[in-house]
Every structure is written in structure tokens, then in C-alpha cells.
């Protein structure tokens, strides 16, 4: 099955890998995909959509395993160009259009590393997210506080502004008469403190603060109640389970856990029996 053939059902859980700048070779990318695809129940896809964002380099190694493997399996994107949705000098950038055609079909947008990194603003996430719908690409859109705003309790004022970005797309697309929303973004929270540290919010703290994205989302349009809202930060095989059990919880976006085969298809099986 080719990449681009994969169909989601939106209302099964999510399990998102986002491998980030890993692993360091297109043996080993392979080496993970065929570990993956051997050891995932076929049973778990059937009620959670996995997905595996590589490396713009790895895309192509990427989608030929899903091809040649037995596992639906969904491939993302990590960044696209704001510039342009298309083509263009823009060295080093690559395209909502390119990634339709290397068979993506999901893309993330607004992760804490690229607005840390790469200063992204919301004016730049805002162009990435049209430019990812203007090929038909559906956005995971990552939002998260820092350490020092956990600490000083502005969570809640932090993701409220970070989810203007999406208001203001709902706005575009009421304008424009145009599809549903809902039906084309997905929202990954991720407190940054909580990325590759090992350090998690109490259960308690992330199905709260879910239910606040989850009205907040709902309070700036009545569609986007029903828009999968993922949790990010130190998931790990241990930890699924419990994080799963959480309302309003719809999947996790995984880092550094999802570079282990056996560990990931563990994170997959407790989200495909919720």
C-alpha cells in the first residue's frame, strides 16, 4: 500500500512518531519500519491510526516500507515552507506540494523546537497551515507552555493564544464556505519542559488542561468539538496506559520512545484498547 493510499479513522485514537532529527542512517530507518511492521498487531490498527514522521531525508525510505510492508500505517512531514506553497528560491525549504507528492499525507506544524529554534511566529504557522491544506495535507498543530510559564500559571493564557492561530483559520474558512475544519487539523499539546526531560504533568494536569483546549476549541466553533487533541512530552511505554485513560485525551505525538520498535508497538497496543 502506498503512503499516500493510507485512510485515517478520525474516530480511533492517534499514535504520531515523531522521530525528529533521527536515526542517522536510511539502513537503520529501514531496519526500524520492518521492526515496526513485524511486531504491530493487526488488531491495534483497526482502533488506533499510527503515524511515522521522518526526516525530510528519510521520507522516501520511509514510504517505501509502508508500500512494501502489511501495515496501514500514515506518513507525516515534520516542517513544511511558509514561503510558498508550490515551488521557488527558497533554498533548503521544501513544499506543501513536494510533500503530496513524496505521499505524505500529514505535517507538523508549530512543534517548541521550530518556535524556539527557528523563531516561527504565528504569522509564519498561519501561511504553513494553508499552504499544508492547499495539497490536502491534514496539520498536526503543536502547542505547549514552557517551564517558567507551568511554573508561574499561564498555561492556560499561553495555549489560549497559541489556539488564535487556529481561530483565525476557522474564520478563513467560514469566509471561504469551505471544508470543515475540523476535519483537517489535529492538536498536539506538548509542554516543552516536559519534552525529552522525562518529566510528565500529573494525570490530573493533562486531562485538565485537554478539557480546556477542548472548550477552547469548542468556544471558537462549534465543529471543532470534535477535533483529536494528542498529548506529547516524555510518552513512553510505562506511561501510555495511564495517559490513555484520560478524557479527552486522543492520542499521544511521541519522540524519542518511537525510535524503539518494541516500545512504540507497546504505546500503539494501550491506545488501540481504549
Not at 525530510?56 to 511558509?82: E, K, M, P, R, V
Not at 508550490?86 to 518556535?115: C, I, M, P, W
Not at 483537517?184 to 510528565?200: F, M, N, Q, S
Request: aromatic fraction near 6%.
Amino acid at each position: 500500500m502506498k503512503a499516500s493510499d493510507y485512510v485515517a479513522n478520525w474516530q480511533n485514537s492517534w499514535v504520531i512518531a515523531n522521530w525528529k532529527m533521527n536515526p542517522s542512517t536510511q539502513l537503520t530507518v529501514t531496519a526500524l519500519m520492518t521492526d515496526l511492521q513485524q511486531q504491530i498487531p493487526a488488531d491495534a490498527l483497526q482502533s488506533c491510526n499510527v503515524v511515522v514522521a521522518p526526516s525530510f531525508i528519510h521520507l522516501s525510505t520511509t514510504q517505501q516500507a509502508i508500500q512494501h510492508g502489511s501495515c496501514n500505517i500514515g506518513l507525516a512531514a515534520q516542517n513544511l515552507c511558509a514561503q510558498h506553497a508550490d515551488k521557488g528560491a527558497f533554498t533548503g525549504e521544501v513544499s506543501g506540494a513536494q510533500l503530496k507528492d513524496a505521499q505524505v499525507n500529514y505535517v507538523l506544524v508549530g512543534h517548541s523546537e521550530r518556535r524556539q529554534y527557528f523563531n516561527e511566529d504565528d504569522a509564519c504557522l498561519i501561511q504553513k497551515i494553508r499552504h499544508a491544506f492547499a495539497h490536502d495535507l491534514t496539520v498536526v498543530f503543536c502547542i505547549g507552555e514552557t517551564q517558567a510559564q507551568y511554573e508561574q500559571n499561564q498555561t492556560q493564557d499561553v495555549l489560549s493564544a497559541q489556539l488564535m492561530v487556529v481561530k483565525q483559520l476557522a474564520a478563513e474558512f467560514a469566509n471561504a464556505q469551505s471544508d470543515n475544519l475540523a476535519s483537517r487539523l489535529i492538536i498536539a499539546y506538548e509542554p516543552v519542559w516536559a519534552i525529552g526531560t522525562g518529566k510528565i504533568p500529573t494525570i490530573q494536569e493533562v486531562q485538565n488542561i485537554h478539557a480546556f483546549i477542548n472548550t477552547t476549541l469548542t468556544d471558537i466553533d462549534a465543529s471543532l468539538a470534535t477535533t483529536p487533541i494528542l498529548y506529547g512530552g516524555s510518552v513512553k511505554a510505562d506511561n501510555a496506559a495511564e495517559i490513555a485513560q484520560c478524557p479527552n485525551v486522543n492520542g499521544v505525538l511521541v519522540g524519542g520512545a518511537s525510535l524503539d520498535a518494541t516500545g512504540f508497538t507497546q504505546i500503539i497496543q494501550a491506545f488501540a484498547q481504549i
